[in-house]
């Protein structure tokens, strides 16, 4: 494995792109973003992919009825570029090295039995999903807009973090709450960070709360994760030294079977 490097990460729930692109580029000042409801269709969210500046994984927004709803973007800023691990309405997860990221934007509470059973078949999903990381010894960062206050005793953050493996850390936050509703003023504590082990993180979380301008805040902090694996360089199966001789007698005949043009093997002095 190669040394921890540190990078900069931040994850907001933008409710939509239109106008923000000043706000899209302040948050690619960071080396890693995870987008929620950026509220593109499958028409135009390729529209995401004009910052030239990050490896870019687009999930569009459901279209249903009105206007669509959800979407997701990681944008991943390394000179190894990661591969995607899975992409669905609720989750966006890739891969860099030894750790993967995984970009959530999980059902809101509608306090209906279906909203909550749409909850916790994302649960599911997720749970699957971090098993098999776990039996790939893989670590993971995970975050986003789980639509939850885990710090809350509900039904619902009961059940995500009994999707979790054992051993998760959930991130502090410099405030109590990540979401501003409107001119009413209330808050709500639904964006978090968690990761498979407190090493990953290498600050708190904190909660921007100059961009009061947009329902939920960013949440940024800084991650120390190693993106590239050692390559083992393992000799052919059909080396061994007793066959030294056949090569040399074998590349021998190679090289003697190459005509070279006279005037090449001429040197000046």
């Not at 907001?12 to 792109?17: A, D, K, V």
């Not at 990661?82 to 059902?107: H, V």
């Not at 805040?217 to 800084?222: A, G, I, M």
């Not at 590239?228 to 199966?237: C, E, G, L």
Request: net charge positive; proline share 3%.
């Amino acid at each position: 494995m190669n040394a921890q490097t540190p990078f900069s990460f931040v994850s907001l729930n933008i409710n939509g792109t239109k106008d923000k692109d000043l706000l899209i580029s302040e948050l690619l000042e960071n080396d890693i973003v995870f987008l929620q409801e950026h509220l593109l269709s499958k028409v135009n969210v390729d529209s995401l992919k004009r910052f030239r500046t990050h490896y870019t994984f687009l999930r569009a927004a459901q279209k249903t009825r009105g206007r669509p709803s959800g979407g997701l973007a990681i944008y991943f800023r390394h000179k190894t570029q990661p591969i995607l691990l899975q992409s669905d309405a609720n989750i966006l997860a890739i891969k860099c090295g030894d750790t993967a990221f995984i970009n959530i934007y999980f059902p809101c509470n509608k306090k209906t039995v279906q909203s909550l059973s749409s909850f916790s078949q994302s649960c599911n999903h997720l749970r699957t999903l971090l098993s098999d990381l776990s039996k790939q010894n893989t670590k993971w960062v995970l975050a986003g807009d789980m639509n939850t206050d885990l710090l809350s005793n509900s039904d619902r953050s009961e059940i995500f973090l009994d999707s979790l493996p054992g051993g998760f850390h959930l991130a502090d936050k410099d405030l109590l709450f990540t979401c501003i509703h409107g001119r009413v003023g209330l808050t709500s504590n639904l964006d978090h960070v968690i990761v498979s082990g407190s090493t990953l993180l290498s600050s708190m979380v904190y909660v921007d709360d100059s961009k009061i301008d947009n329902d939920h805040l960013p949440v940024t902090c800084q991650l120390s994760c190693s993106m590239t694996r050692s390559v083992r360089h393992n000799s052919p199966k059909w080396f061994s030294i007793s066959n030294v001789p056949l090569y040399v007698l074998t590349l021998s005949e190679l090289l003697s079977s190459i005509k070279v043009p006279f005037h090449l093997l001429q040197s000046s002095v």
